[in-house]
Nanobody, 130 residues
C-alpha cells in the first residue's frame, strides 16, 4: 500500500511562497499510470484540486491557480513538491498530497477530479498570516 506524507512550514506570511513536499513510500512516483496531486481544503469549503505531476514528469494545473502554482519532483528521493506564490489569507487550508491511477489516454478533467485520487497523505495545516 502506497504511503504519502506531507511536510513543510505551517505558517507562511502574506505575499511569500508556500512550499510543501510529499514523500512517497512503497511505490515509485515513476510507476506507470500514476498521477501525484496536490489538493487543499480551506476551512468550511470543499476540497480543491490544485495540480498534479504524472509518472513521466508532465504537470497539470488548475486554471484558477496556474499562474501561482508550480509542481516538481525529485525521483532520487521519491518526492514531489508544491510551490504556491504570492499567498494571501485565502490560501489558508489543509493541504494534501494524493495519488491517482489513470490508465490510457487521460483527459485533464479526469486528472483534476478529486474523486479519482485513491491514496492520500494525512494532510498538513498551512496558515497564511502576518
Amino acid at each position: 500500500q502506497v504511503r504519502l506524507q506531507e511536510s513543510g512550514p505551517g505558517l507562511v506570511k502574506p505575499s511569500q511562497t508556500l512550499s510543501l513536499t510529499c514523500t512517497v513510500s512503497r511505490r515509485s512516483i515513476t510507476a506507470s499510470s500514476t498521477y501525484w496531486g496536490w489538493i487543499r481544503q480551506p476551512p468550511g469549503k470543499d476540497r480543491e484540486w490544485m495540480g498534479a505531476i504524472d509518472y513521466t514528469g508532465s504537470t497539470y494545473y488548475s486554471p484558477s491557480l496556474k499562474s501561482r502554482t508550480s509542481i516538481s519532483r525529485d525521483t532520487s528521493k521519491n518526492q514531489f513538491s508544491l510551490q504556491l506564490s504570492s499567498v494571501t489569507p485565502e490560501d489558508t487550508a489543509v493541504y494534501y498530497c494524493a495519488r491517482a491511477l489513470l490508465v490510457g489516454s487521460v483527459p485533464t478533467s479526469m486528472i483534476g477530479d478529486v474523486a479519482r485520487y485513491d491514496s492520500w497523505g494525512q494532510g498538513t495545516q498551512v496558515t497564511v498570516s502576518s
